[in-house]
């Protein structure tokens, strides 16, 4: 790969080829730019996450509601229409790739900040990987490397279907999924929805990756790109990886990510024959809230 750059403007196109592409074309050493929405909804897994401590998987067969698990890291995510995607694929070597984390995201997410701010939208960089919106996550973003290859992937909700989110989420305990629920109601999603629309987004970020990437070439799904999206699409389906959340005696611990500063901590123990749960809110390093359950004999 060199440092020139395609794009792929693909529009709305089947929802596991949003997570597919960015993959394909990183297996296939080509540096690029893409821009995409799904066309339906779907739950989608960080690369070492087990579907069965978080997604209610017979709630997610009776609706048909698809589960993939990506290539990427971070947290479980519900992508729908309405949310635009940007991906940025370049070599290891490039010059554009730092291992700084903290100065790779930021040379990436501020232009789209920047886009935002183009369009009106007052929208604030939040380090490491969110942009923020009066207080609330309005873009998550991972990174990873692929292949030969490092990836940027991230969105714009231009709106959140939060009560679709959590329709099939299942934690440890219905308190942590309570929790879990109220954090995300506060914190995820435009306030009242972006008044905005998919080529709005992408011109704009487009404009500003070109300032930072040079120009970006159009280009196009080939022969070879369209075999290797097919066969990256089979291989993505919901497999089971090493538990997320960690189990040790009749301990049982865990973390939900909200947004870059709030997680939501659990921990059940017995304790004086009785089963207790501790569900915290963590802003930073400081906890903000606490909630404690008590549970059956142990």
Known sequence: MNDSFAIYNLGRIPWWQTQAVYTALALLARSAVVFCEPDRPFYCLGYHQNAAELLDQEYCETK???????????????????????QVIMPRTSRFFTLNRAAFYRRFLVP?????????????????????????????????????????SGNVLARFDAPGFLAGLRCHSPLWTQVIGEEVRRLVGPPDGLNLDYAQVVT?????????????????????????????????????????????????????????????????????????????????????????GKGGYC
């Open 204 to 292: 704009a970020i487009g404009r500003r990756y070109a300032e930072v990437l040079g120009d970006l070439v159009p280009a196009a799904i080939d022969a070879e790109l369209a075999a290797k999206l097919d066969e990256v699409g089979r291989s993505m389906q919901t497999w089971s990886r090493p538990a997320g959340q960690q189990t040790t005696g009749r301990r049982r611990i865990g973390s939900f990510k909200i947004t870059e500063a709030v997680h939501v901590d659990y921990l059940s123990t017995c304790r004086s024959g009785l089963w207790w749960e501790v569900v915290g809110v963590r802003q930073h390093e400081s906890y903000t809230r606490i909630v404690v």
């Open 64 to 86: 048909q509601i698809p589960v993939i698990q990506r290539q990427l890291g971070g947290g479980l995510v519900y992508l729908h229409p309405g949310q635009f995607f940007y």
């Open 112 to 152: 789209v900040t920047l886009a935002l701010q183009d369009l009106g939208i007052p929208a604030v960089y939040q380090p490491i990987a969110d942009i923020c919106l009066a207080g609330r996550k309005i873009s998550g973003n991972g990174a990873g490397e692929i292949g030969p290859a490092v990836v940027i």
